[in-house]
């Protein structure tokens, strides 16, 4: 076993590593070397190619990762006007924040996007690496520009409206997923944001289908849903607000939802588990199997609401990761909501496991 530590210190330090030098590096023949990799194999231990390993709580955020800006109005906004406000930059992007929150809660995370070779792609990745995020699958194109997204907000805290400039995400291909399928694949559970195009998507749930990889997606916008494939075979649950769930269900927009209805038709492309968001009431909760619930949030004295959604998909990821059912997962992510909520920032720096525990324990025990 002392061997088997040394070969899987040297390979996690390079999954690239070659048979040849993990021998010449502990000292044994190349034929030991294979001889232990293919008994790590067997047992799970290593999947794939380029002897990627398997950990526990590791996650795959696949989409994007912008720079933010959010512009707070001082007093109620004016159309057509000059508004007072304070503005803030900051790494965004919805699978990033996501994956930023998994780290804050000690989970190995791993982040797959696409930045431009420019100042803003740079830092967005050095300032994600710094949160604890595994940033070497992402990749930098030349000539490109690095994602951005920018909010108006009204003294509340609520959006008034947001720009968007991801023409980036249009370069991510099925190819990219295919190249990095040895890190899909060792990977515990997948997040993906629907940034990404089309192709992209129905590859990706598809290599998840084909593999019995849980996947998580989040549909970002109403606009962005509609890139999803009709068959959703294979997502293991998905995160529209009430908007993208009627996209999805391809219903008609009414002043009394049906949310039980609206999930049903969502099940019937293919998805095991709906969180329908419908602000101050909660989510809406619905399994394949039949079981639905609406499950109120926690009252919250809200400072911002933007990163609140992708806080709750952390959440409930984590619950998934420790073997909650994903009832118990979504109170976990009702959670990880309410400490973002309180905060202007996009991450909360207040999200830890201790705190999220302990919101746990005094809000739903």
């Given at each position: 076993?002392?061997?088997?530590?040394?070969?899987?210190?040297?390979?996690?330090?390079?999954?690239?590593?070659?048979?040849?030098?993990?021998?010449?590096?502990?000292?044994?023949?190349?034929?030991?070397?294979?001889?232990?990799?293919?008994?790590?194999?067997?047992?799970?231990?290593?999947?794939?190619?380029?002897?990627?390993?398997?950990?526990?709580?590791?996650?795959?955020?696949?989409?994007?990762?912008?720079?933010?800006?959010?512009?707070?109005?001082?007093?109620?906004?004016?159309?057509?006007?000059?508004?007072?406000?304070?503005?803030?930059?900051?790494?965004?992007?919805?699978?990033r924040n996501i994956?930023?929150?998994?780290?804050?809660?000690?989970?190995?995370?791993?982040?797959?996007?696409?930045?431009?070779?420019?100042?803003?792609?740079?830092?967005?990745?050095?300032?994600?690496?710094?949160?604890?995020?595994?940033?070497?699958?992402?990749?930098?194109?030349?000539?490109?520009?690095?994602?951005?997204?920018?909010?108006?907000?009204?003294?509340?805290?609520?959006?008034?409206?947001?720009?968007?400039?991801?023409?980036?995400?249009?370069?991510?291909?099925?190819?990219?997923?295919?190249?990095?399928?040895?890190?899909?694949?060792?990977?515990?559970?997948?997040?993906?944001?629907?940034?990404?195009?089309a192709e992209t998507?129905?590859?990706?749930?598809?290599?998840?289908?084909?593999?019995?990889?849980?996947?998580?997606?989040?549909?970002?916008?109403?606009?962005?849903?509609?890139?999803?494939?009709?068959?959703?075979?294979?997502?293991?649950?998905?995160?529209?607000?009430?908007?993208?769930?009627?996209?999805?269900?391809?219903?008609?927009?009414?002043?009394?939802?049906?949310?039980?209805?609206?999930?049903?038709?969502?099940?019937?492309?293919?998805?095991?588990?709906?969180?329908?968001?419908?602000?101050?009431?909660?989510?809406?909760?619905?399994?394949?199997?039949?079981?639905?619930?609406?499950?109120?949030?926690?009252?919250?004295?809200?400072?911002?609401?933007?990163?609140?959604?992708?806080?709750?998909?952390?959440?409930?990821?984590?619950?998934?990761?420790?073997?909650?059912?994903?009832?118990?997962?979504?109170?976990?992510?009702?959670?990880?909501?309410?400490?973002?909520l309180q905060t202007?920032?996009?991450?909360?720096?207040?999200?830890?496991?201790?705190?999220?525990?302990?919101?746990?324990?005094?809000?739903?025990?």
């Amino acid at each position: 076993m002392d061997r088997e530590r040394q070969i899987m210190d040297l390979i996690r330090h390079n999954p690239f590593i070659s048979q040849n030098d993990i021998a010449a590096s502990i000292g044994i023949s190349r034929s030991a070397v294979a001889g232990y990799i293919a008994s790590l194999t067997k047992r799970g231990v290593i999947r794939g190619r380029a002897y990627v390993t398997a950990e526990d709580n590791s996650v795959l955020c696949i989409g994007g990762a912008n720079l933010d800006s959010k512009a707070t109005a001082r007093q109620r906004i004016r159309a057509g006007s000059s508004n007072p406000a304070s503005v803030a930059t900051s790494c965004g992007g919805v699978a990033r924040n996501i994956a930023e929150n998994l780290a804050r809660l000690s989970c190995s995370v791993s982040l797959l996007t696409v930045v431009g070779d420019d100042q803003a792609g740079q830092w967005v990745l050095k300032e994600t690496a710094a949160a604890g995020v595994n940033t070497a699958l992402a990749q930098t194109l030349t000539g490109e520009k690095t994602g951005t997204y920018t909010a108006l907000l009204d003294p509340d805290g609520e959006m008034f409206v947001a720009y968007a400039d991801m023409d980036i995400y249009d370069r991510f291909s099925p190819r990219i997923l295919q190249e990095k399928r040895p890190h899909i694949s060792a990977s515990k559970l997948i997040v993906a944001d629907a940034n990404l195009p089309a192709e992209t998507l129905a590859e990706l749930i598809q290599l998840c289908r084909d593999g019995s990889l849980p996947l998580l997606i989040d549909p970002v916008s109403s606009g962005k849903a509609k890139k999803l494939p009709a068959d959703l075979t294979g997502v293991s649950a998905i995160f529209p607000n009430l908007e993208e769930a009627v996209e999805l269900a391809g219903a008609v927009p009414s002043d009394k939802p049906d949310y039980a209805e609206l999930a049903r038709a969502i099940h019937g492309r293919g998805v095991s588990h709906a969180f329908i968001t419908v602000g101050d009431q909660g989510v809406f909760h619905s399994s394949a199997d039949g079981e639905s619930a609406l499950i109120a949030p926690i009252p919250t004295n809200i400072v911002e609401v933007t990163g609140a959604g992708d806080a709750f998909v952390a959440g409930v990821a984590y619950g998934i990761l420790h073997d909650r059912s994903y009832r118990e997962a979504c109170r976990i992510g009702l959670a990880a909501s309410h400490l973002t909520l309180q905060t202007a920032e996009s991450v909360s720096a207040q999200l830890n496991e201790q705190t999220l525990q302990q919101t746990i324990e005094e809000r739903f025990q």
